[in-house]
């Protein structure tokens, strides 16, 4: 079976990786290489218990975190390379009572779901993290949730990939259509044509078009992130609080996110941005004023209309899948997405979180 996958950020190289595995002969084409678009400035968050902003998003980010653990390990050994994965639980801060009550409540949810969420007091949260700021009264304690760094784990992603065959195309897509009965992609080059093509390229998937199918309804959403660094981590945990994240890396580097603007396909940092993250890291964690500022992202998450992904088979197209839509979830949901579009490509069968992601839902 031959596939080509369009688009090698952390969503296509892993389905690459894991068609390859299971025997396929894959090409992945980009015009920019691999870990580009949204993944470049992911923060490697595992948190679906607090990104899970809808039910069905909320299902198929705990699918994705139950996935983790196995796909790291795999990658991990396919390419020879160890990645920094880490599931330290986060703690989500709140500096008012009624942000406190509000956390309580989600605790008490969780835990009638069968999730354990500890609340600690402002004794305990000083006392287990002793850098973060006096201002902050409690913290709701989640630990499942945890991290991967993004470009260990692209460059394993791709290292696996290669050591299982995929050919990794520098090229850009110009349309997906048939030629000769078969699935085919069109770039300034040449043509290629496979037994399935599959289309995740995130932000840019709306611009390829899928022969007479409508585009699928993807937009960009800027988010800009910083990576900051004290001599040792100056957190043990993930910290959610003042409408961000930090992601304390096991070499004292923090990772601040994140902004999330509606400028279109503009890829810079700016200013504004990186002063908005730097005030956010101080007011959460003071001796971050005197990190060692180690450099600033920006990358452009695709978000679809109801802000599921969609990942799936074209109705029109035999041959063509859609795996797409991650927005903020790709690195979370590229495990899931990856097995999801392998089982449909390779024929072995439908697993139940795909009736949440049908790319039929927008007529694709
Ligand atoms: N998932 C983190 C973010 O989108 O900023």
């Not at 923060?43 to 218990?49: F, I």
């Amino acid at each position: 079976m031959q596939v080509i996958v369009v688009g090698a950020g952390v969503v296509g190289c892993a389905i690459a990786y894991e068609l390859a595995a299971r025997g396929a002969a894959v090409r992945v084409i980009d015009p920019r290489g691999s870990g580009q678009g949204a993944t470049r400035a992911s923060a490697g968050m595992l948190a679906p218990y607090i990104e899970g902003h809808s039910a069905a998003l909320l299902q198929l980010g705990v699918a994705g975190l139950d996935q983790y653990e196995r796909f790291i390990g795999r990658v991990s050994a396919d390419a020879r390379r160890s990645i920094e994965y880490r599931r330290t639980g986060t703690l989500q801060v709140a500096r008012t009572d009624e942000e406190a009550r509000a956390l309580e409540r989600h605790g008490r949810a969780l835990a009638d779901s069968g999730v354990t969420a500890t609340m600690l007091d402002q004794g305990e949260l000083s006392r287990s993290e002793p850098a973060l700021t006096t201002e902050a009264r409690a913290a709701l304690l989640i630990p499942p949730h945890g991290y991967v760094r993004v470009a260990a784990l692209m460059e394993a992603l791709v290292g696996a990939g290669v050591n299982r065959g995929v050919q990794l195309v520098v090229a850009r897509a110009r349309r997906i259509a048939h030629l000769n009965g078969r699935a085919a992609v069109e770039t300034a080059e040449a043509t290629l044509d496979a037994d399935a093509v599959v289309l995740a390229a995130g932000s840019w998937s709306g611009g390829i078009p899928v022969d007479t199918a409508p585009s699928p309804p993807v937009r960009p959403v800027r988010g800009q992130i910083l990576q900051l660094r004290l001599p040792q981590p100056p957190l043990s945990r993930i910290v959610w609080g003042s409408g961000g994240y930090m992601v304390p890396w096991e070499d004292g580097s923090v990772l601040v996110g994140s902004t999330a603007e509606e400028v279109g396909f503009d890829e810079s940092v700016t200013a504004d941005g990186v002063r908005r993250l730097l005030e956010r890291a101080e007011r959460l964690v003071p001796a971050l004023g005197g990190a060692v500022f180690e450099g600033a992202r920006a990358g452009l998450r695709p978000a679809s209309t109801d802000e599921l992904p969609i990942i799936g088979p074209s109705k029109g197209m035999p041959g063509v899948f859609y795996a797409t839509g991650h927005y903020r979830n790709g690195v979370l949901l590229a495990p899931l997405t990856a097995s999801l579009v392998a089982d449909l490509v390779l024929g072995g069968g439908e697993r139940p979180e795909l009736q949440l992601v049908r790319p039929d839902r927008f007529g694709l």
